[in-house]
């Protein structure tokens, strides 16, 4: 059975300054994909970045960043620059098996981040 | 493309009442999930499509919730009697077959609709 865990509930970060929130997984399948999206107060989710387990970078998204280290299975997600607009919740999330082989999206319970004027 | 349209936005109904939820996923895409989120277990998968088939339904609560597409274009989630724990947020999501970013196929998730139920 596939697990992601986010071990922290809330964040706080000051504007202009880097945060990384944390995420660990649990998978006996090879090949599996990491996702991270955001949830503002307005209720959408939103995707950020992805990761698949055979990409050899991490990967990166404008501001987001993606730290990948698949020896110790955590997938962090990294905000460089925190802006106001990203206080929200966080979701990490991951599939198992290849792209297109179908598969479910589970989800981490979330890690609200605030950020600090 | 309007993105996955979920309906109605909200709900408001009474205990015993039947609920039923409607999804237009994007266009082309081949799979349809149904989320639900509440504070105490966060975001579960209900069910999944395929080409309109139910691939996925162990995260159904329990008989009173069921799931059909009967098209590419349609899905409904009806719950019938509600009661008072299903209140939530249900959220419709869909996504193609074929990676569309850096190889992967991703989510796109509809506005959600939040029910409660009194």
């Known amino acids: 059975a596939q697990k992601i865990t986010q071990t922290q509930p809330g964040m706080f970060v000051q504007e202009k300054e880097a945060v990384t929130l944390d995420c660990t997984y649990d998978t006996s399948d090879p090949s599996y994909g990491l996702f991270w999206y955001k949830q503002p107060s307005s209720g959408e989710m939103i995707f950020l970045i992805y990761?698949?387990?055979?990409?050899?970078q991490n990967a990166t998204e404008g501001r987001y960043s993606l730290n990948f280290q698949k020896a110790r299975k955590s997938a962090n997600l990294v905000i460089s620059a925190s802006q106001l607009g990203d206080s929200a919740m966080y979701f990490c999330a991951m599939r198992e098996g290849q792209n297109n082989q179908g598969g479910k999206l589970i989800f981490g319970q979330g890690t609200e981040l605030s950020v600090k004027p | 493309d309007a993105g996955v349209i979920q309906s109605p936005r909200h709900e408001v109904t009474e205990m015993g009442q039947e609920v039923t939820l409607r999804c237009k996923p994007i266009?082309?895409?081949?799979?349809l999930f149904w989320y639900r989120q509440t504070m105490m277990r966060g975001l579960e998968l209900l069910i999944y499509?395929?080409?309109?088939?139910?691939?996925?339904d162990s995260g159904m609560p329990e008989d009173r919730f069921s799931a059909k597409m009967p098209n590419a274009s349609f899905s409904t989630l009806k719950i019938q009697p509600s009661e008072p724990r299903d209140s939530a947020v249900y959220f419709c999501a869909s996504r193609p077959v074929q990676g569309q970013i850096s190889g992967a196929n991703v989510l796109t998730f509809g506005a959600g609709s939040r029910l409660t139920v009194l």
């Open positions: 266009s082309g895409h081949d799979y």
């Open positions: 990761q698949g387990s055979y990409d050899q």
């Open positions: 499509f395929n080409n309109n088939v139910p691939i996925d």
